[in-house]
């Protein structure tokens, strides 16, 4: 709690416009994930689909598999069909194949992105069909913990930006990176603030 509150207290000293959200910085610190595979599956689920959306499908997919525990095994053992069949696009049945693939076969090591910096891990992952940079930053954020990440492609982000600072249309990547350079080291922080001022904010 003592170093959130440095937190909260740094952010609002470069940038007083946070005011009107700091609330939603909340009293729990980042975490690091112990499944990195599985989120980083319910992450590909996730892609262009509302946060509550994915969020069903994530739960029906995970149900379907024993102990809904997910593995690579477990994924390439079933079939394109039942897995569509879970509500899964074709598409992303082929990323996560292709995912459960390359960490089974150990062209994907996932123990060792979290002793990568950033950029490491994003190329690392964006080797893998179906992830693209979105995918990776999300990962960066929510399974590895990482406090100075942004993902500039994010609508979400875009659009909370755009309320909060005024815009008549949504920000460029040009006039965002203005504002977001401010936020460092603690970036991850903000945008998770933004995110959570959309449901209150309209």
């Known amino acids: 709690m003592k170093r959130l509150s440095s937190i909260r207290q740094h952010l609002l000293s470069v940038d007083p416009t946070l005011t009107s959200i700091i609330s939603h910085l909340g009293d729990k610190p980042l975490s690091v994930s112990k499944d990195p ?37 477990h994924i390439l053992k079933r079939s394109d069909q039942s897995l569509r069949d879970l509500g899964v ?34 190329t690392e992952l964006t080797k893998i069909k179906g992830i693209g940079r979105w995918t990776a930053e999300m990962f960066l954020m929510f399974s590895l913990g990482r406090e100075d990440v942004f993902s500039y492609g994010d609508l979400g982000l ?3 930006i755009a309320k909060l600072y005024k815009f008549r249309d ?3 990547t040009k006039q965002m990176e203005k504002i977001v350079k401010k936020w460092q080291p603690y970036r991850t922080f903000v945008a998770k603030m933004l995110w959570a001022s959309l449901d209150t904010r309209e």
């Open 37 to 73: 595979f599985s989120d980083l599956v319910e992450a590909i689920i996730n892609q262009q689909l509302s946060e509550k959306a994915g969020s069903t499908i994530f739960a029906r997919f995970t149900a379907s598999f024993p102990q809904g525990t997910l593995t690579p095994q």
């Open 89 to 122: 696009s074709w598409s992303k049945v082929t990323y996560m194949k292709s995912l459960a693939e390359a960490v089974s076969k150990k062209h994907l090591i996932l123990a060792d992105l979290d002793k990568m910096d950033d950029e490491g891990v994003i």
């Open 158 to 160: 875009r659009r909370a």
């Open 170 to 172: 949504y920000p460029t």
